[in-house]
């Protein structure tokens, strides 16, 4: 039976930041990227940019007007996301 349980912040938050993690993070966003090319229009511009804040992060960007219409209308980011093992919720407060 667990007598005490301590979180070591300090670890976790190397891991995260760390390269094994930016790794990963960024292969998946390789992966979301190329769903989401197979998605739009060729010659669409897709990219990747991989950041670190308090942990390793990554953004898709679709470089085209009707990106926004995209998305509402057939989920390309949401189904590219989904597509590579990715749990989409909605945002909540």
């Known amino acids: ?12 938050r190397e891991i995260l930041k760390g390269p094994e993690v ?5 292969d998946l966003a390789g992966e979301i990227a190329t769903h989401v090319r197979a998605a739009v229009p060729g010659g ?10 308090d942990r390793g992060a990554a953004t898709i960007t679709v470089q085209d007007v009707r990106a926004m219409a995209w998305q509402a209308r057939d989920g390309i980011l949401t189904r590219a996301a989904g597509a590579a093992g990715v749990e989409v919720r909605a945002w909540q407060r």
């Open 22 to 26: 930016r790794r990963v993070v960024d």
């Open 44 to 53: 669409t511009p897709v990219t990747v940019r991989g950041y670190t804040t």
């Open 1 to 12: 039976m667990l007598q005490s349980f301590r979180l070591d912040t300090a670890g976790v």
